[in-house]
């Protein structure tokens, strides 16, 4: 099979109608794979077990061949695509090494002499694989590893409660239950259970001293998991703010008039934009209206009144930008159709920026020759 | 009757006399429902058991009415009133599916042969008809929707935790725990009750491993718990900003001066207002000096001290406008009595709007000669 | 006694020797009944049963007449003092009913009959005293008010996913084990305890589908406990953002300068402070540089060189005041002690504010004149 | 062995090789010690006993020396070094008494008589050394502090309902449960395992009033926790917020041009800078292009197209400064490697600030020629 075509089959964003197929092939043998293996664990199953074997080997061999076949189009699937050295790359990256222990651990197994039902139980490693396929991993990892300090600190302190209660418990109580707290190990096992207020009851301190500290680490629990709660909480704010000005970098960059212009201007235009957020059923524009600033939709969806049918805008889409070129007024009128929330750009801020950067006035130019009369501007 | 008058019978928010009734009366019968309801399953209860049937079987026909009623009533009912389809968008909305399961599911079972008291159990799903009538749902539907990719991919972590650890504590202690560990599903229950820190203490491990394993569970517990607040923490903040901006923005729009000049107008006022609290007791303006802002009140109370008796204005009003029309002094005194938090808007701001947008002026010289001599400017 | 003195004893914010010896007392006292009201439950107690029922009636003595205290001082506490009808206020305020139970309750039951150990038990209403000390109750309770609707509307899912789910496990349920999912009521309790992820272990689901259901109510239950978690973050921070606001005013309103000036000079100036930080060595002013700005304090410390010794200035102090008036340079050189919390009003924005304001420039000039060679300008 | 060099050695934040291997024994032999005294409280253990006695007392000797170390370093550990009384201080600081108690409470059990397993025990409070290596503990630490009045408010009404509800739960169910509620200790223990979420199991309510309260109880459990949580989120916020503008004060104080003039041009350049994230890839300068700001690098990587090869800038550097001095354009291209976090100061309002501050002209001038050819500009 041509490495292309194998390329865009098993990438993850790919929107092809056979990157989709193999997606959902994928998808469903897992939810297969993982019913035959959680199904053969059972005493008594209503399916056949020896069907259920085979629906496991067959998920086995499937995700064993996509290792492979990753492998191979490796170079076609790293970025940029072509890039020398991609297959030892993908062996030794996370997603390599997952898609290697999740796709041959079985084919060990059953190798080393384990009956197949017994191998097949390796098969929950498969659920790994959903890492390629959830996008939010990506922004939890961030927060995670930009707040990794303060976390860590909240652990070392339940580290520190763990082994300091533990042990006064150990000591308190042993006397009177020696079989749940007649060692350190006992005694920390309960500390955790009660710590993270899980409370499975097998263990309970009994003297009163022991109570009153147990109380203690049941509310340092609670106060640890508000730790992390707000430490997370702050860190998704900046992360979500940060993800926000990147996404309004990639609006005002796929603008024709400024993509030209380099990092600089955009990240200038950027910070200049105002957002406006208008419900639906309000006025954008009017047609004949003298136009100073030009917009971008970041969600919503506005209407053009065009002719000889209407236009509907949504998200990503930047309208009103003749109005910077040429000055003249508005050539139709635009209506807010579902509730948007809209970056304006002033023309009093853009014609400050262009005085700072003449190239953008010769861009303006040509621009507005392309253009004239084919959006409202 | 007149689909009119039922129309606002049933309008959820509607404020006159009947509609309130109507809602009392519905809140009422759903708590008395419900109570005959729990009643009937208990083995002994002071009330007699026809009697709960007989209340089950009154709040049952209510139910099934009201769906007829507001099946009726659609036209009247949708927004705007009188759209075509409205019978056909009712039956399909998500509020009519629940009027419909929730007042004919009794029925229904009556018919296929259920006796009463049994049937009546089905009158649980009366509690979703308070999805009509709270309002916070909205909101909550909104932060939850805006933040679902990071929720969801929070599920997928809970998800891949649980089944390798459940997998985990399978293998090592269904030898010495046959009955509780002796299956995937029977490990999956544990690692559930165990990760949401519920820990009922049915299924406890007892290999030193398993305990280790069980110790990271109910960690990573807490840490799962910790993630979704801090998403929907920041979520709610973004949300709220998001909706007060649209509640500045209703307050601009009902001031008369403002409403005719369309949204573009009002959103650039609404940009303008600044922020400004005072504490009870603070003098806001003094008759005669010379005025150079509006306010509106978001909320608190201020007190203008007009002859022959002062007059309080509260949430929603706005004061000081003829002072951006007419520039003459303040014609009253004003205080505020209970903490108010208000917008302020500049006559400086407001000048350099109107010589943007000369319609202002000619609005501002009509309105000033409607007006003069009646409000503190 | 003086009801003026009686007043200031009373008052929990007064900061006379007497309050303080009052409350000492009231805190003392209130420990030593909550001890013997506790010990006096155990079967057995080292401390002698005559001791500690004469401890309890001693401090239900001293309750009882605080009651009667505070209603005849009510004229003296009430804000503004001496208003009229302040008794009547006092009688059905929360904390006048906080009062009443808690002082008279004891002495109630004990004319009803009840032997005095019994009735002992009441004296834990003590505990109610609490809420007129704890300032921070003020706090919590505007941002539970502010958020509410959203807080109410998450109790209100709760219930829903309460009902439902209990229905769902008492039919799924109720065949296997009748003792505990036998009736609705039964079931709800199991739901709570399941919801709450408290998970006693009392009640527990045996069926498949059973534990399904239980597990979709564990994960709800923790999402419910983010939301909560989620609304409370976002309304403290807007709380505490409103309550600095207010704490910058009070800044600005204490500077001789601005105060006699009105609400709105003030409310002027604290917009215009812009916050400055610096770290404990850094110096702030050089003795005879020109002075460009005034500072507020608003934590740490600042040292000024003054002849013959230096002064500090924490908290709540401001400085370089004179240059905003005479426009000389700084007459002392000042240095950060504790890493400080500054806000700095600029010249020019002062200057701005006293052209829209004349009276402040005759206001500058009597202070001028008095103050001369004082402060550090 | 010179003190100085000891200080270095002991220093917890000094890089040199011997502070880093004495870091990494320090580390090793609290774990070794940590597992010794777990392991000597099993019945049974791997380990021989004496080897596990005789590991404990040489980490026991290694704290112990430390302490006598520490303290006879303290002159050079103190900041400044040499600071007076710094034995003194050392002995009653907090760290300081955690060395003490840590250190040498083995060796005072073991002149006290008890034998060596069980004295080993104590070794649990060398986890206490922990806290000088977190850094995290400082920002938590503060954050507590910060927000200390509204987190004691809410442990308060936790007291309150603690109590109230122990009470009520202690009159309903002492008749039928007189083992688990006999007593109002007895009931507040089940009241904190119910209200904290943990749920033993070991006592619950079984009249109908009872687990009415018991359901109260833990809703209010959930809601407590969430206004920790709540409380905390905004709390990180602000101290992240606060701690960040430090950052950037440390980066400016750290330019030559900037650090000669003193914190307050300092506080005033940080102000001023404007942060710009740039995506990995995108050109941050073009060799020969007017140079309008200087950078900040605050996280990621840049590269400046030098001759003969390019040089990286990561972290804390900064670039394009000559552009402020000589108004020359840039001297070569710089491109960002890994994605960016920057902050610009603008020419514009560089030469604004040097017109308030003249003694900023002429350090530009003597750091112009330093620098002139050095750098990009």
Redesign the interface.
Known sequence: MDLRILGTILNAEARDGSARAFRWLHHGLLVLG?VA??EL???STPIDRRLLVDMALLVTAFFAAEWLLRLLAAPRLATPPGRPAARRRYLLSFLGLVDLVSGWSIPLALLAGLPASEAA?LG??W??K??RY????A??GR?LHNER??L?????????VL??A??AE??LERGGQPQTF????AA??WC???L???????A?PAT?LG?VIA?LV??L??????????????????E?R?RD??RT?ALVARVPLFKQL???VI?EVA?LL?P????AG?????KGEPG?CMYFIVDGEVEVALEPQPVRLGQGAFLGEMALITGEPRSASVL?RRSAQLLALDIADFRALAG?HPELTSAIEAEAARRRAKAPS
Chains 1, 2, 3, 4 share one sequence.
């Open positions: 993982l293996v959680v664990t059972l005493q139980t929950v490693l659920m790994l959903l890492t959830v996008a939010g991993f922004l939890i927060v300090g303060a860590l600190s909240v652990l070392a302190a339940f580290a520190i082994l300091l533990g042990t150990y000591l007649g060692s350190l190990p920390l096992w955790i259970v009660t993270t207020t899980t409370g499975y009851g097998d309970i009163d109570r109380s049941m509310i629990g609670i106060a640890i998991f508000a730790l992390w709660a707000g430490i997370l909480a702050s860190g998704f704010a900046a979500i940060r000005f990147l970098w380099g990092a600089q990240a910070r105002r406006r957020r208008l419900p309000a006025p954008l524009m009017r100073d807010v700072q």
